[in-house]
């Protein structure tokens, strides 16, 4: 019974044309953890290689796949279908596999954004109905979406920037906005009130002096001019005035979404149009996946939700993504995917850009009809 | 499953100062180590409890032998059993701080980032590095476990562990890290080599600990000779 679902499902992922590539099992473990971040670590399996290079056991398909492009491929389009055994430990009191299998479609190179994302998805839950189809539920979310709503809410200096750089982490989000909210910060220093009245050479060579007195040493990635900057940076912040709640308020209010598309962005729009933002241009993009979605298969939108704030996505997700469970299983997804176009510019470190979708089927979460 | 044993299996440690400080609180408590060979044996006995077998080990492998059941007692550092898994407090039952063996675990930065003085300013800097350079803070560490849980609590999020097994407050001036997390006890060696502890760097203040292990194979007489031990050792079980 197995071996023959797997067979559909292979099918069903080739639909849209590709070739089946064998990816490698062993990763450096340094790309894999700059990638995916430090969370990942407790869940992989390490290895050490002859002459002494750290390695891990793949613990999803993207990653691979990611290298096998940037290698072979770098600047084409391409689509790879994969399959085989990943790994992740159990986290302390689940009993969950450490080992299974994955089949996926990885898409990397210049592609139609929403087409691309629709017949993923469609793929995805083409193989997710092979088993039960009425008890299916969907989730989405969209990892470009907070980045974009901060980057053009006329949030007042210097808290844009701030809020900007950890727009990717909603837990850093919250906590970046109750300092910028809060009326009672930390008095700035005096070093750090001086420097703000110099310019960059000045509050450099003033650093540099400091740290000289202090017979501290310098150097370790960040020069006195790294540290003047953001001295006069965290000195414009304590001495700013607060950041309005309303922006607090309506951040999380966003990130509590939890809606069916239509309604959820409608939601959307409206909190951003409160921050002055006009997300017309987001939301028809939406809104265009969702027909085409609809359209090759009709009454599922009422089985899906838009969840603004999901967690537990890997980093490098960016854009539109999603999970296919059944309504009583959500926390193990039959199929997980989703828009990740700065993973290679991130593997190359900014050498190579490529646009990126990709989802993976969990073969044995899907239950036979028989 | 760890075999029956009629014996109740405590493990000590092998050498060093840590075996010292150990054999000097037994004493205190009327408990003298015999040690089986020699002064180079690895087995012990005390003449008052003689269904207590000693195994001389070190504290690495006391505390994996603990979460593994396969010894009952055994004392080592809380930071060494809790970096070796996150089901410590499933596995073990810790039963007293013994007062000995202190050693901070710590956050540690270069003293000349004058401007980061809390994990706040280090997820700042963390994120702006990764921003500017293209890669994450890299955190020299033997403490893997531990730093990821704390720096999760903290919201730090663009770092990167880099694995290593001794010398760890070289690190940053080796350039294979720009930070570390290491134990301390004075801080005279991270102050030597040009680091600071974080205000709130603070991860684990550790020391030696009589430790049991849960999953060990316990008799009721086991349990009684257990019960008897830490009476001697005028310990509240």
């Known amino acids: 019974m197995g071996q023959s679902k797997n067979i559909k499902i292979r099918e069903i992922l080739a639909g849209s044309g590709g070739e089946w590539v064998n990816l490698p099992s062993l990763l450096p473990a340094s790309i894999v953890l700059e990638m995916a971040g430090e969370s990942l670590r407790s869940r992989l399996y390490f290895a050490m290689s002859p002459d002494g290079e750290e390695l891990c056991l793949r613990a999803d398909l993207t990653i691979a796949a990611a290298l096998k492009y940037l290698n072979e491929a770098k600047n084409t389009a391409v689509t790879y279908l994969c399959e085989g055994t990943v790994f992740r430990a159990s986290p302390a009191h689940e009993n969950r596999a450490v080992e299974f299998n994955q089949i996926g479609i990885e898409k990397f190179g210049p592609q139609d954004e929403i087409a691309v994302d629709v017949e993923v998805f469609l793929a995805a839950l083409g193989t997710a109905q092979t088993g039960k189809k009425n008890e299916l539920a969907i989730e989405f979310s969209d990892g470009g979406l907070i980045p974009k709503l901060l980057d053009g809410a006329h949030i007042p200096e210097p808290w844009n920037q701030y809020l900007l750089d950890v727009a990717k982490s909603p837990q850093a989000l919250r906590r970046a906005l109750a300092f910028a909210c809060n009326p009672k910060k930390p008095p700035p220093t005096e070093l750090g009130m001086s420097l703000l009245k110099l310019d960059d050479d000045a509050a450099t060579a003033e650093v540099q002096k400091f740290i000289e007195n202090a017979d501290f040493q310098t150097g370790f990635a960040r020069g006195p001019r790294e540290i003047a900057q953001r001295m006069k940076a965290s000195t414009q912040r304590a001495i700013a005035t607060p950041l309005d709640i309303k922006f607090s308020r309506a951040i999380d209010e966003l990130l509590a979404i939890d809606d069916f598309p239509v309604p959820a962005i409608a939601k959307i729009k409206n909190i951003a149009k409160q921050l002055n933002e006009d997300l017309s241009n987001w939301a028809d993009a939406w809104a265009k996946r969702l027909k085409l979605m609809e359209k090759a298969t009709p009454g599922i939108m009422e089985n899906t939700k838009i969840i603004v704030g999901k967690s537990g996505r890997f980093e490098y997700y960016s854009g539109f993504n999603f999970d296919i469970f059944y309504s009583n299983q959500r926390e193990t997804p039959i199929a997980s995917g989703g828009r990740y176009d700065g993973l290679i510019a991130a593997l190359t470190k900014g050498r190579s850009q490529a646009q990126a979708m990709g989802v993976v089927i969990r073969p044995e979460r899907i239950v036979d009809t028989q | ?237």
């Open chain 2, 1 to 237: 499953m760890p075999k029956t044993n009629k014996k109740l299996i405590f493990g000590i440690p092998s050498k060093g100062r840590l075996k010292e400080q150990c054999e000097e609180w037994l004493s205190a408590r009327g408990l003298e180590l015999h040690q089986v060979g020699g002064s180079r044996g690895y087995k012990a006995k005390f003449s008052n409890f003689p269904n207590i077998e000693i195994r001389l080990l070190s504290a690495s492998e006391i505390t994996k032998s603990l979460l593994l059941g396969e010894i009952h007692l055994g004392i080592s550092g809380e930071d060494i059993i809790r970096e070796q898994s996150d089901r410590t407090d499933d596995l073990i039952k810790f039963i007293a701080k013994l007062g000995f063996g202190n050693a901070d675990v710590v956050v540690a930065v270069p003293n000349g980032w004058i401007d980061v003085a809390n994990m706040a300013d280090l997820s700042e800097v963390a994120s702006e590095l990764r921003k500017s350079r293209s890669h994450r803070l890299r955190v020299a560490t033997k403490f893997t476990r531990l730093s990821a849980e704390f720096f999760q609590k903290h919201g730090v999020i663009d770092y990167r562990l880099v694995q290593s097994d001794g010398a760890t407050e070289g690190a940053p001036a080796n350039g294979v890290a720009e930070i570390i997390v290491d134990i301390t006890t004075s801080g005279s060696t991270l102050f030597a080599n040009n680091l600071k502890i974080l205000d709130d760097g603070l991860i684990l203040a550790s020391q030696a600990n009589l430790m049991l292990a849960k999953s060990a194979n316990w008799t009721d007489t086991l349990e009684k000779d257990c019960a008897e031990f830490i009476t001697q050792c005028s310990l509240n079980c």
